[in-house]
């Protein structure tokens, strides 16, 4: 029995063990290279996506403020004008609609041509005479005269018929100290004679909030800037110029 186990183990080969050692690590090493490599490789592929995704956020939000730059003040500008064509047409569209009558546009056609008829029949004598007599009645009320008064300067101030302009020119004067220029309107004009002679001055009106309150100042006529700006386009630039300040 002992010969044939010697026989055996002669049979049997016998491994290296130094080559084992050897695969064991190579193999170690080549799987820890591996896993150190791949976790590299991911980081820089999500940190390409997320400065990609950043890019496309930024341009996406730009693009969308300058859609809604430019289509706000097409949408205030459409919602003032349909609410004050629905404001005019609902003066006469109840009467059209009593009648059976529903065509949305058509009060605020009859409104606009009865204020044209209101205007050609107040430009004549027999309108000028009912005008009058309604004034009369509408002075004696207390409270309700301040507010006729101040609404028929205004409305006087815009109209067509230069006669009866309460604005009659454009003005820039110094005010409230010297290097600053305050916005006004020339309402007329006196002559004050002193010692020295006859000295023109002008009374300029300078709204203080838009055109319903304000000062009014007599200055030379040569301290006076007048720009080349009809009255209506002078009331525009005021009240462009009051709104920027509130």
């Known amino acids: 029995m002992a010969a044939r186990d010697r026989d055996l183990e002669r049979l049997i080969p016998i491994q290296n063990p130094d080559i084992n050692n050897?695969?064991?690590?190579?193999?170690?090493?080549?799987?820890?290279?591996?896993?150190?490599?791949?976790?590299?490789?991911?980081?820089?592929?999500?940190?390409?996506?997320?400065?990609?995704?950043?890019?496309?956020?930024?341009?996406?939000?730009?693009?969308?403020?300058?859609?809604?730059?430019?289509?706000?003040?097409?949408?205030?500008?459409?919602?003032?004008?349909?609410?004050?064509?629905?404001?005019?047409?609902?003066?006469?569209?109840?009467?059209?609609?009593?009648?059976?009558?529903?065509?949305?546009?058509?009060?605020?056609?009859?409104?606009?041509?009865?204020?044209?008829?209101?205007?050609?029949f107040m430009s004549s004598w027999l309108g000028a005479s009912v005008l009058g007599l309604g004034e009369w009645f509408i002075k004696k009320m207390p409270f309700v005269s301040y507010i006729y008064s101040a609404s028929k300067q205004i409305s006087a101030a815009i109209s067509p018929d230069q006669s009866s302009n309460a604005f009659k020119e454009v003005a820039i004067i110094r005010h409230p100290r010297h290097g600053e220029y305050a916005f006004g309107f020339i309402t007329s004009i006196v002559i004050l004679r002193g010692s020295m002679g006859a000295e023109e001055l002008c009374c300029v009106y300078v709204p203080t909030n838009h055109l319903y309150l304000g000062d009014i100042f007599l200055i030379s006529s040569k301290d006076i800037l007048r720009p080349n700006l009809s009255v209506r386009e002078g009331i525009g630039e005021s009240s462009v110029v009051h709104t920027n300040i509130q």
């Open 22 to 120: 050897n695969n064991i690590i190579t193999n170690g090493g080549s799987n820890s290279s591996s896993e150190s490599v791949s976790p590299v490789i991911s980081s820089h592929h999500s940190s390409s996506e997320e400065a990609m995704s950043k890019v496309i956020r930024s341009w996406a939000s730009k693009k969308f403020m300058s859609g809604c730059v430019i289509l706000l003040p097409m949408a205030i500008t459409f919602c003032i004008t349909w609410w004050f064509i629905s404001f005019v047409d609902g003066f006469f569209s109840p009467i059209y609609a009593h009648f059976g009558v529903n065509i949305f546009g058509l009060g605020f056609v009859t409104s606009i041509s009865f204020i044209f008829l209101i205007g050609v």
